[in-house]
């Protein structure tokens, strides 16, 4: 089994950071491949350094596991979900936090699901292209195109950021919900408008990351990239910003469809992740309720 970053804790070291695979694709729409997904991140975050060099230490030294990616098998729909809040609920119960990487997003749905029972009042912030609000796509209700509504109906406030991709059964939802979304074109350069994004969001969240919300030019390798999509500098402002002012209590990185000869899209995605566990373990080190660092 590749682990993330090939890291292995010593025994003076123990886990805060724990990494699930979960090679789920069975509603994918256009672009095929989110399966092969989670192997790709893991093997491109070997090239990641242990050093960041905005944090100016290693996170990694917070502990980081990886567990085996979730055997799926016949297993669809609802199904498969099960499976997904089964082994986030796990990584709950033992204290630590849940970094789960994809596959595609109707997985977000069973996260949320193994994560609720941990924190209630949960909110979820969702970074990208698609709306992800349609009742059904394709006959199918747990579609990666309806994984938002899914979870809206568990009564979980959501905030999007980065949409330019929905249809008007999707406008018409957020209009009658009034669901606080940012579209890619509303953005502004100066980044004012990451604090509106933060009020929106409740004390405890959970983070679902579609990398088709990135611009194309920094991942290419999804399933449906939509040019105009949110720069690798801005997307990390708002995720530092996310981590400092509220709890984030898990994440996924969904979506990436991994193609022959594109290793920077791997690349980003793995070192997106990284960052990610680098901003969790931030928050533990400057606060002091969790590993120390140095």
């Known amino acids: 089994?590749?682990?993330?970053?090939?890291?292995?804790?010593?025994?003076?070291?123990?886990?805060?950071?724990?990494?699930?695979?979960?090679?789920?694709?069975?509603?994918?729409?256009?672009?095929?491949?989110?399966?092969?997904?989670?192997?790709?991140?893991l093997e491109a975050s070997h090239q990641v350094e242990f050093y960041d060099e905005e944090l100016q230490y290693a996170p990694c030294r917070i502990g980081i596991a990886t567990r085996a990616a979730i055997a799926f098998g016949e297993a669809t729909h609802e199904a498969?979900?099960?499976?997904?809040?089964?082994?986030?609920?796990?990584?709950?119960?033992?204290?630590?936090?849940?970094?789960?990487?994809?596959?595609?997003?109707?997985?977000?749905?069973?996260?949320?699901?193994?994560?609720?029972?941990?924190?209630?009042?949960?909110?979820?912030?969702?970074?990208?292209?698609?709306?992800?609000?349609?009742?059904?796509?394709?006959?199918?209700?747990?579609?990666?195109?309806s994984v938002m509504r899914r979870i809206v109906e568990l009564g979980c406030p959501t905030v999007g950021v980065g949409i330019r991709a929905l249809c008007e059964e999707e406008a018409a939802f957020i209009r009658e919900r009034q669901l606080p979304r940012w579209f890619a074109h509303q953005l502004p350069q100066d980044l004012s408008w990451i604090e509106p994004v933060i009020d929106a969001l409740p004390e405890r969240v959970f983070l679902t990351v579609d990398v088709d919300g990135l611009d194309p030019s920094l991942v290419r390798a999804t399933g449906t990239p939509v040019p105009g999509g949110i720069g690798?500098?801005?997307?990390?402002?708002?995720?530092?910003?996310?981590?400092?002012?509220?709890?984030?209590?898990?994440?996924?990185?969904?979506e990436l469809a991994p193609q022959v000869g594109d290793h920077p899209s791997d690349f980003t995605v793995a070192r997106l992740a990284y960052k990610l566990i680098g901003y969790y373990a931030e928050r533990h080190r400057r606060t002091g309720d969790g590993k120390t660092l140095s």
């Open 232 to 254: 690798w500098y801005p997307l990390l402002a708002l995720l530092r910003t996310l981590f400092a002012r509220r709890t984030v209590v898990g994440a996924d990185i969904v």
């Open 80 to 145: 498969a979900i099960a499976l997904v809040a089964q082994a986030v609920a796990a990584v709950h119960d033992a204290g630590q936090w849940p970094l789960v990487l994809g596959g595609e997003h109707s997985i977000t749905s069973g996260c949320v699901r193994g994560t609720l029972p941990h924190s209630p009042g949960l909110g979820v912030l969702q970074i990208d292209a698609h709306a992800d609000l349609r009742n059904e796509y394709d006959g199918s209700p747990w579609s990666h195109a």
């Open 1 to 41: 089994m590749i682990s993330f970053l090939g890291w292995t804790p010593t025994e003076d070291v123990s886990t805060g950071v724990v990494v699930i695979p979960a090679p789920y694709e069975a509603t994918t729409s256009y672009g095929q491949g989110t399966a092969r997904g989670p192997a790709a991140i």
